[in-house]
Structures are given as C-alpha cells and as structure tokens.
C-alpha cells in the first residue's frame, strides 16, 4: 500500500492558515485542481461524516467524506467515496502546527491507499506533485492575493 | 497543569538532526546549558527506563528518566525525578518531523507539568525559553557548521 508523505512550512501564523483548510468545501477556492464543490444535503462542511462533491478542472467528478476534524489538533482527515481516479481505499490525514519560533505554520499532508498493478509510481506522483504540493504552493498564492 | 510548546525548523536532514538528539546521555555536547551528564548504573542511553544525571553550567543538578525513545517516529519522552525546580509530574517529549519540502527538519519540545499556580508562568517561560528554545537554536548553529 503507497504511502505519500508531504510536508512544507508556510511563513504565515497558523490560526490563518486553519481558518483555510478547516473549511472542508472552501477548496475550490485555493486548489488549482478543483473547479467547484459543495457538500451534499446541505450539510454544514464542519460536520463530521459530511461529503463534499467536487468537480476537477477536466470535468471529472469525485466524492470526499470528512472523517475527523479537530480545532484543538488542528487537524483533519478525509477518505475518497467515489473517483474516477484508481485511488482505492484512499484515506488521508492534513495535520497543522505552530512553528513558534518565527510564528510561522508547519503542515503536514499524508495518505495511503491501494491502486491497480503497475500504476504505484504514477499515482504516487499524481497524489505527492500534483494534489499536495501544488496544494502547499496555492496556498502561498492565495495569501499573497489576498494581501494585495 | 502547566504546559509549555515551542517548534522550529532546523535546516538539516531529519537523521541527521536526529542522531545528535536520540543520545539521551548527549546533552553537553549540544544544550549549551548543560556541562556533565552521565548515566546511572552504567547502562546505555537509549535503554528505555535509564536516568541520566547531569549538571547545568550555574551547578544545578537534575536526574531525569528516559521514557519513550522512537527511531521511527523520531522522539524522546521523558520525566524528571530529582530538580532543583518548584514543580511536579513532569514529562517532556522532543519530536522531530521531515519537512520533505527542502529535506528540513521540523522540531517540537513539549512539557507537561504541576506546580503552584503563581509560579506558572515564570516556569514555563524559563523552561521555553531558557531550555528548549536555547536548545533548537543551538541546533541550528550546529547543524550550519
């Protein structure tokens, strides 16, 4: 079973770095791979057991449970119901902590899951590159924006 | 109970930062506060369940029991038997994280502990930043040269 470890450190505090990533439909506003989301039944997307549909930028579509969320940790973890993407049983886990030296934030993005035979290292990348730290480099242009 | 955090980013390898931390006899040789230390009964230091007794430059002497010790997750955890310091029940953990983003080090110190309520946060001040914040930015010299 893969495992995809990534981690990074933003240079801003990390209640406003939570106040982002603790909205669980809030991602098609920062991540440049996903076009639009909402959370089904009109939930509220800080219900656990919520699931959020979203639409990729290809069109593709794809359903997320939350799993866990915690404002004491500041952290939450979320698995994948139904994607047209061959990540089987994907659960993953987004994890933030102060860097109090220099008040700056540490977050830390990992998950595990199965794919077809031969597709491990493709799928490794996808997930690592293309989800997480384009995730990390979104986020730093998304504060910018928002500063400016 | 009165807790104490403090977190850095240490520009070296996790392993790397790793090994000189994992010595829990090790202290003199990167906690600038710390002069001697040894480990009672001759055991090695990364027995769980030894005590390491050492002195601090100004004289004081602590002993302090290793816990917990991860070379998978990368920690230490820790409790202090004998200080000269007016507090109880007390248990530090030292964990490292990889930052994979530049091949870092993510360093977290953390303390648990009792005391009189007045004294709360001079302790944890003190022990912030006199030990554990000293102790990270001694870490980050040392890992440069």
Request: hydrophobic content about 40%; some cysteine.
């Amino acid at each position: 079973m893969p495992r995809v470890v990534r981690s990074t450190v933003i240079a801003e505090p990390v209640e406003t770095i939570w106040a982002i990533l603790r909205d669980f439909n809030g991602h098609d506003q920062w991540h440049p791979a996903v076009a639009e989301s909402t959370i089904e039944r009109g939930q509220t997307a800080d219900r656990v057991g919520c699931v959020r549909r979203f639409r990729l930028a290809d069109g593709s579509e794809l359903r997320e449970k939350l799993l866990t969320l915690s404002d004491a940790d500041m952290a939450f973890s979320y698995c994948l119901l139904d994607t047209p993407i061959p990540l089987l049983n994907y659960v993953a886990h987004v994890r933030l902590a102060p860097v109090t030296d220099g008040d700056q934030t540490f977050w830390h993005w990992e998950s595990r899951f199965d794919t077809p035979k031969g597709r491990e290292a493709e799928l490794t990348r996808l997930v690592g590159e293309e989800i997480y730290n384009g995730g990390f480099n979104a986020i730093r242009g998304h504060l910018a924006e928002r500063v400016r | 109970m009165a807790r104490v955090y403090i977190s850095s980013v240490i520009d070296a390898p996790v392993g790397r930062v790793w090994e000189r931390v994992r010595d829990f006899n090790g202290l003199p040789r990167w906690l600038p506060l710390v002069r001697e230390s040894r480990i009672e009964n001759g055991e090695p230091s990364d027995r769980v369940g030894c005590v390491r007794d050492f002195r601090l430059q100004n004289g004081d002497r602590l002993r302090e029991q290793l816990l917990a010790l991860s070379d998978y997750d990368y920690f230490c955890t820790y409790s202090i038997l004998e200080s000269p310091m007016p507090l109880t029940a007390y248990i530090a953990t030292l964990r490292l994280t990889p930052i994979t983003d530049g091949d870092r080090t993510f360093a977290e110190w953390s303390a648990e502990f009792d005391c009189a309520a007045e004294l709360a946060e001079e302790l944890v001040t003190n022990i912030g930043q006199n030990v554990f914040q000293a102790g990270f930015t001694a870490l980050k010299r040392q890992m440069v040269a």
